[in-house]
């Protein structure tokens, strides 16, 4: 008896291919939380070396080098250097710029009380950021730093224009030396604070400076500022 023929198998569908996962942009972090975290250690990273040898000689690449992370990951953050520069005035020399805002609102009535209190602010900004007085040294207040224009862009003049109105104000109140500039009065504060503190790693390896500490700096500036270098009168 003929064996009877089994039809033919059929055909398997094949199983279509699956979709590729879209590829991850090149540095591109994983989680909002890890993304901010990363964020601001490229900017810690960034205010670090430009303290240290200036915006121009700074490129996007010696910052990633330097937190070791890839080009792509910088560049994914802020673009150009450009950009960068923009974020941190943004994000950190303006909220420094703002703590330093109240004093004279706050003691309207006593030039004294005003400076010695925004000279302490300098000092403790500038032991709290250690890249603060370096780069503010370096690049705002040095001729051709680049941050001083791009921070008038950005933030304007506003304060600065208060605090010279508060000086002059303070000086036809007979409350201040009227031999004074007041221009200058808020730059001869800076300089007698952070310029000490940018050149601390200098003077301190001196005999017999090491100790010197921050309410020092602030002491000493302000003395220099309100009672000049004369000798201190006895009391009556």
Do not use: C
Not at 136 to 156: D, K
Request: avoid cysteine.
């Amino acid at each position: 008896m003929k064996a009877k023929s089994r039809p033919p198998a059929p055909t398997p569908t094949p199983t279509p291919p699956l979709a590729a996962a879209p590829a991850r942009r090149p540095g591109r972090p994983s989680g909002v939380a890890a993304g901010a975290g990363q964020r601001a250690r490229l900017i810690d990273t960034a205010l670090a070396l430009f303290a240290r040898q200036g915006i121009v000689d700074t490129t996007l690449g010696a910052i990633a080098r330097e937190a070791g992370v890839t080009p792509a990951m910088l560049h994914y953050y802020f673009d150009t250097r450009d950009k960068l520069i923009d974020v941190l005035i943004d994000e950190r020399f303006v909220p420094l710029r703002d703590a330093l805002g109240g004093v004279f609102d706050q003691h309207p009535d006593d030039p004294v009380v005003a400076l010695t209190e925004l000279a302490m602010r300098f000092v403790r900004l500038g032991h709290e950021h250690p890249w603060f007085p370096t780069l503010w040294v370096r690049e705002v207040i040095s001729e051709g730093g680049l941050l001083r224009q791009r921070m008038h862009e950005r933030a304007g003049h506003a304060q600065q224009q208060a605090t010279l109105r508060n000086i002059e104000r303070w000086q036809k109140e007979g409350k201040l030396n009227s031999s004074l500039e007041p221009s200058l009065v808020f730059v001869s504060l800076l300089g007698l604070t952070l310029l000490p503190l940018a050149t601390s790693q200098m003077w301190r390896s001196e005999a017999g400076r090491a100790r010197i500490g921050a309410d020092d700096i602030a002491r000493h500036a302000v003395a220099i500022l309100m009672q000049g270098v004369a000798p201190t009168r006895a009391a009556q």
